[in-house]
């Protein structure tokens, strides 16, 4: 049940996410640096109160932890966003997309190691397919070199959100890595907010902007962190990151849901694909099945809270 109970989280974030991309429109021409350090500000506070209410400790970070959370707020949140900005100017979204549907493999080599055990053969050819299946979806789009340079950034961003979580997540868990992200990214861009845009931006967004972005700080920031970073605290980085397929599939739904036209023949190709991919990658193996070098259940272990807890 606890393994169904996290694969359901990991969904539950990767659709909060993928429905947010109509949501994210909404705030193109407002003044990034201001309206993301809003957005972040808020959902700390939303995490420290659900702390508090769950009776949930914060620790407060201590050594090299703080680089493992700086990093996390400075690429994962920070750059990537304006990697997606900046991006934009060059390519098509799809591009943006498809390098960050890239993701899966990454994430299913470089998590275990990082968990003290050996990758799986299956979860890596289930993240392969799942990224296949994510370009199809999204399908592909035109670009220029820095277009290209932007995605591949958002590609980095996107992978060491989950990664640079792994080492710190046994002591601080989801709820304590996600409150430490938020506020060090909140100040980060705060920073540079009051540098590029000046301290007067926030007086410039407007009531449909701040809606759009209080939803991204309590849906697509304070529940689907705290959902995601604990589906990657009990599955794994690798088996964990097969779920960023979903998000694609969701951003296609949302568009449909609001009144965007059908999905085209390529695109139910590629989220019959995912589901593949999905459906290959978090099956339980049998007794002979392909295994972890550590002998765990792929992606079922608990050896992110034991392998890497820093203390």
Do not use: K
């Not at 055990?117 to 370009?135: C, D, Q």
């Not at 705290?226 to 589906?231: A, I, K, P």
């Amino acid at each position: 049940m606890s393994r169904l109970v996290s694969l359901m989280s990991g969904a539950a974030a990767m659709c909060c996410v993928g429905g947010s991309v109509a949501v994210s429109g909404v705030l193109a021409d407002a003044p990034l640096f201001t309206t993301q350090s809003l957005r972040y500000a808020v959902a700390c506070l939303l995490l420290l109160a659900f702390a508090r209410t769950r009776g949930v400790r914060v620790r407060r970070p201590r050594g090299r932890e703080w680089g493992w959370l700086a990093g996390i707020a400075a690429t994962g949140l920070v750059v990537f966003n304006v990697a997606l900005v900046q991006g934009a100017q060059h390519a098509e979204p799809a591009v943006l997309g498809v390098a960050v549907a890239c993701v899966p493999p990454l994430l299913a080599v470089v998590g275990p190691l990082l968990e003290g055990r050996g990758p799986s053969r299956t979860v890596l050819a289930a993240a392969i397919v799942v990224t296949a299946g994510a370009a199809l979806v999204q399908g592909l789009g035109r670009t220029d070199a820095a277009g290209l340079a932007w995605a591949a950034a958002a590609f980095a961003c996107e992978a060491a959100f989950t990664l640079l979580a792994v080492p710190v997540l046994g002591r601080h868990g989801p709820v304590g890595v996600s409150v430490h992200a938020v506020w060090l990214a909140a100040a980060m861009l705060a920073v540079l907010g009051a540098v590029h845009e000046g301290p007067a931006a926030v007086t410039r967004l407007t009531t449909r902007e701040l809606l759009a972005g209080g939803y991204l700080a309590v849906m697509v920031t304070a529940v689907a962190f705290v959902l995601w970073y604990g589906s990657v605290a009990r599955l794994g980085a690798g088996t964990a990151g097969l779920l960023t397929g979903i998000a694609p599939v969701a951003a296609a739904g949302t568009g449909v849901a609001l009144g965007g036209p059908a999905p085209q023949l390529l695109v139910w190709a590629g989220i019959a694909t995912v589901a593949a991919g999905l459906a290959l990658g978090l099956r339980r193996p049998g007794p002979h099945a392909d295994r972890e070098r550590a002998g765990d259940d792929p992606g079922v272990t608990a050896p992110v809270t034991a392998a890497v807890n820093p203390a």
